[in-house]
């Protein structure tokens, strides 16, 4: 709105609905976040910290503490994937603003931008951190309408590009998000965020990694899961890396050829094929650090 990319005629203000609360799901079934909850206050709580860390890491790795006070989690889901050609109306280029005009990032400055699930109409990268642990966690967006409440599982809330880029999520119209439903995975409590950036802090990720993994009474792993940042249109569930860790032995090895099949069909561009390299080191530092948790 600032930069006049977006020119709405009515705004309406949702602050002061009851939706910011986190707390337990009956049954042990695992942990309810508000839609208005805040980012900063769900980094901090006491239930995330402590069965969900790689949610309160990639929170306290995004944006500045200023934002993270006012930014909550339906807005964090809701961010357009976006990147600078988007942001600049006076560049004609840019299928997201106007179906059809082109994407100026594929011959253009594009060392932001993706690398697996692309389009040729779009390569932006999704912003968030929050999003991509949410995916290894195999969060559930909690949506109400005027048809009702419905539930979406994560993998399922945000788009690829394809052929219409400016459809970014799977919300539909009038619909609101109310909360994000945490079920409670065994390998949620031992998981790990990182993100790799050009500076330390407020800046988007070059590449992030959300990795999760549980061991079996032998030692070897019972199942993992890993999501990226920074490498396509939507946060990014590497399930081929997740099937070929399954009942092997967690060491640097296996870590290596699981990054492999995370990015055997990476495609990179003119400024940005440095990523795949980089995504196939953080997936293997992430899950090295998730085995050096106790």
């Not at 402590?50 to 503490?65: F, I, M, N, R, T």
């Not at 998000?177 to 070059?206: C, G, M, N, Q, W």
């Not at 995504?279 to 998730?290: D, E, H, N, Q």
Request: net charge positive.
């Amino acid at each position: 709105m600032k930069m006049g990319v977006e020119t709405p005629a009515q705004i309406i203000d949702i602050n002061r609905l009851p939706l910011a609360a986190v707390e337990e799901l009956p049954k042990g079934r695992g942990v309810r976040i508000g839609g208005l909850a805040r980012n900063s206050d769900v980094a901090e709580h006491a239930l995330i910290k402590s069965k969900y860390p790689v949610l309160s890491e990639a929170l306290l790795a995004g944006a500045s503490p200023q934002l993270r006070n006012r930014a909550t989690t339906g807005g964090n889901l809701l961010q357009r994937t976006r990147c600078s050609y988007f942001y600049d109306p006076d560049f004609p280029a840019c299928n997201k603003r106007k179906s059809g005009s082109g994407c100026g990032a594929l011959h253009g400055f594009n060392r932001m931008h993706a690398i697996l699930g692309q389009s040729e109409q779009c390569i932006a990268t999704h912003p968030s951190d929050m999003c991509v642990a949410l995916a290894a966690l195999e969060a559930v967006v909690i949506v109400s309408g005027p048809k009702g409440e419905r539930r979406i599982a994560f993998q399922d809330f945000h788009r690829l590009p394809g052929d219409t880029p400016e459809h970014e999520t799977n919300l539909a119209h009038e619909e609101l998000i109310t909360a994000v439903d945490l079920p409670a995975h065994p390998f949620a409590a031992r998981s790990h965020y990182l993100k790799v950036r050009d500076r330390e802090s407020y800046a988007f990720a070059l590449v992030s990694v959300a990795a999760a993994l549980e061991l079996g009474a032998d030692g070897k792993i019972k199942s993992a899961r890993i999501a990226l940042g920074g490498v396509a249109h939507k946060p990014w569930r590497a399930l081929e890396a997740e099937q070929s860790l399954a009942g092997k032995t967690p060491d640097i090895t296996q870590f290596r050829r699981a990054a492999d099949s995370a990015l055997a069909n990476a495609r990179g561009y003119q400024y940005n094929h440095f990523k795949i390299e980089l995504a196939r080191r953080s997936i293997v530092c992430a899950l090295t650090t998730v085995m050096a948790k106790v």
